[in-house]
């Protein structure tokens, strides 16, 4: 008798391209199995849970200043999006693309 694996669920690719998709899978896949075991998804899901608070803060602050802010607040928001497409691109691709700063905290929560 052959022995036959089956794969179900998704790729660890495709979960951690999933994760940069608003915040509910990120959750969702740091709290269910397997996905919560494997440190490259952690990672991405760390990473995005951490890009949405920033861009989420940011964007207040910057809704908050008159004018300046205002002036800042598109540019900010082309420069998220360039961002974001990049790191989902990486991670569909299985490869890690550490932001600034947030990059590092999400490495240390993922314990990777």
Do not use: C, E, K
């Given at each position: 008798m052959p022995d036959e694996t089956v794969q179900t669920g998704l790729s660890d690719n495709a979960a951690?391209?999933?994760a940069y998709f608003t915040l509910i899978p990120a959750i969702i896949f740091l709290v269910?199995?397997?996905y919560n075991q494997k440190a490259n998804v952690r990672f991405h899901c760390w990473q995005s849970i951490f890009l949405?608070?920033?861009c989420i803060v940011i964007d207040v602050v910057?809704?908050?200043i008159p004018f300046v802010g205002?002036?800042?607040?598109p540019l900010?928001?082309?420069?998220?999006l360039i961002v974001w497409i990049l790191c989902i691109v990486k991670a569909f691709n299985g490869q890690r693309f550490k932001i600034p700063v947030i990059g590092d905290f999400a490495a240390k929560q993922?314990?990777?």
């Open positions: 951690s391209g999933l269910v199995a397997p949405g608070i920033v910057l809704t908050i205002w002036i800042i607040l900010f928001a082309l420069l998220i993922a314990g990777a």
